[in-house]
């Protein structure tokens, strides 16, 4: 099933609200992949903070970019994140 990315909001802690076509909204967090290859340079916040969309997918103002299967298949539903109380 391959599900593009329709809109994109960075949050703290290097985690990112996805919101797919089927209008499904996920939580990606990067941080696991930031020692990693080309995206470490998304460590520097204000970069990680330019991701936006393109196409059906993202990129951040360095022309990283990101797969949606892959982005769809690490994420976590919006409402099956755990809640601290």
Same mark, same amino acid.
């Given at each position: +099933?391959?599900?593009?990315? /329709?809109?994109?909001?960075?949050?703290? %802690?290097? !985690?990112?609200l996805?919101t797919? @076509? #089927?209008? @499904?909204?996920r939580?990606?967090d +990067?941080?696991?992949?930031?020692?990693?290859?080309?995206?470490?340079?998304?460590?520097?916040?204000?970069?990680?903070? =330019?991701?936006? /969309?393109?196409?059906? =997918?993202? @990129?951040w %103002? #360095? @022309? /990283?970019?990101?797969?949606?299967?892959? %982005?769809?298949?690490?994420s976590?539903?919006?409402? !099956?994140?755990? /809640? #601290? =109380?």
């Open positions: +099933m391959y599900l593009g990315i /329709i809109n994109v909001k960075p949050l703290d %802690a290097y !985690k990112l996805l797919f @076509e #089927n209008n @499904e909204t939580v990606l +990067m941080s696991p992949y930031l020692d990693k290859g080309l995206y470490k340079q998304l460590k520097d916040v204000s970069l990680f903070k =330019t991701v936006k /969309i393109s196409f059906d =997918t993202i @990129e %103002a #360095n @022309e /990283i970019d990101l797969c949606p299967e892959f %982005a769809y298949k690490k976590i539903p919006v409402n !099956k994140i755990p /809640i #601290n =109380t």
